[in-house]
């Protein structure tokens, strides 16, 4: 057994030890080894510490101070802190309770390492938010098993966390677009009972359904998709048609905003992708024009024929989108300025932007502020086929 003696370590511990790891300020790790963040002031113990743990496969950093400690943790998202009590600046207790109180730090393992051994310190370390405390002098064999078993305890949370976060995820765009295909069809299927002819009303409430079932066939398609677990399946699929579907699907709701839609010319073209995902991709897109286009405004969907390429465009005559956040707008849950009086999730554009990718296709956005937003996803034509582009 090895015994740590408080503050004081013989320096010929660390003549042999490997060249350091230790990673002085905030960087970005090349590798996936586990973080574990040292607070220690006296550099001896740290780096004893940091020899042992660095043998035992861990990157690690090193803080001498308690502002230092609090600004390395949230900063550098460690896998693991080591936290001395008494550090030049902040106490060990005041940087506990910092990282507790943090987004950032609120789940990250704290283990507790001091010379103060009252039963009043530790129970204070722990109620603090430690997971454990460790007293010095410590045997290093002991403090590397709470190590191995901390960490992995808290990469096994991390990853049922990510899991959990990727099933709401997925929860949360099925709620949201079978909301769209129940309200499609609750509506059309009342303007059908009103009416004497309502076999034009039908087609409409049967595409709704279908649309729905497939939806519900494919509840996991998103989070598998995002895992590269899983590819799209793919072949030629009639994308005129889907469009003209997708635009049927939203007029009624765009009457409701006095909202035109406008599908300017027809392409007579197959492409290389999955029907379901293409609907999604167009019921978005639309969707999301109708909903940020001025009062009055029109959604003018087009066809682009380019080589190997069919482009579908749909532009509104909304605020636009400043510069700054075209380059996020289709991040995970990133919501535009302006967008706040719309109720969304933050989903619509990452999910066209990776069923686009998942076909091989490319989604591109040219907005001006005051003037509208056009959104251009452009898919491969089946291989053999031509695409033509027809005004109506």
């Known amino acids: 057994m090895i015994t740590l003696m408080t503050k004081k370590v013989r320096s010929s511990l660390t003549d042999h030890a490997p060249a350091p790891k230790t990673h002085k300020g905030s960087v970005n790790l090349p590798d996936a080894r586990p973080l574990v963040l040292i607070v220690e002031d006296e550099p001896d113990v740290a780096e004893l510490i940091r020899y042992n743990l660095a043998r035992e496969g861990y990157a690690t950093l090193i803080a001498e101070s308690g502002d230092k400690a609090v600004d390395e943790a949230l900063q550098s998202t460690p896998d693991l802190i080591l936290l001395d009590i008494m550090l030049p600046g902040m106490n060990g207790w005041e940087v506990c309770q910092t990282i507790r109180d943090s987004a950032k730090g609120r789940h990250v393992p704290i283990i507790m390492v001091s010379a103060l051994t009252t039963e009043e310190s530790r129970i204070k370390g722990l109620s603090l938010g430690a997971d454990d ?52 069809i609750g509506g059309f299927s009342s303007l059908a009972l009103q009416k004497d002819h309502a076999n034009k009303y039908l087609r409409t409430i049967n595409n709704a359904a279908c649309h729905a079932e497939s939806l519900l066939n494919d509840a996991s398609l998103l989070s598998r998709l995002e895992g590269g677990k899983e590819r799209l399946s793919i072949g030629p699929v009639e994308v005129g048609v889907l469009v003209d579907e997708s635009a049927d699907f939203l007029r009624d709701a765009a009457k409701g905003s ?102 091989g296709g490319e989604i591109t956005v040219v907005s001006r502020q005051g003037k509208g937003s056009t959104f251009t996803v452009s898919l491969i034509l089946h291989e053999g086929n031509t695409a033509a582009v027809c005004r109506r």
């Open 258 to 359: 006095k909202i035109e839609i406008t599908v300017k010319n027809s392409a007579t073209a197959l492409v290389q992708g999955n029907r379901t995902a293409i609907r999604q991709i167009m019921i978005n897109l639309i969707s999301n024009a109708i909903k940020y286009n001025r009062s009055g405004g029109k959604v003018l969907i087009s066809f682009d024929a380019e080589n190997d390429r069919v482009n579908i465009s749909i532009q509104d005559e909304g605020n636009g989108i400043t510069q700054a956040e075209l380059s996020r707008i289709f991040d995970k849950f990133y919501r535009a300025t302006g967008s706040e009086q719309v109720k969304g999730a933050g989903l619509g554009l990452y999910i066209v932007k990776l069923l686009t990718d998942a076909m």
């Open 133 to 184: 405390y460790i007293i010095k002098p410590f045997s290093v064999q002991e403090l590397l098993i709470k190590v191995r078993n901390i960490v992995g305890r808290y990469a096994l949370v991390k990853k049922l966390r990510l899991r959990e976060q990727d099933q709401d995820t997925a929860m949360r765009y099925m709620v949201h677009e079978l909301r769209n295909s129940l309200s499609s």
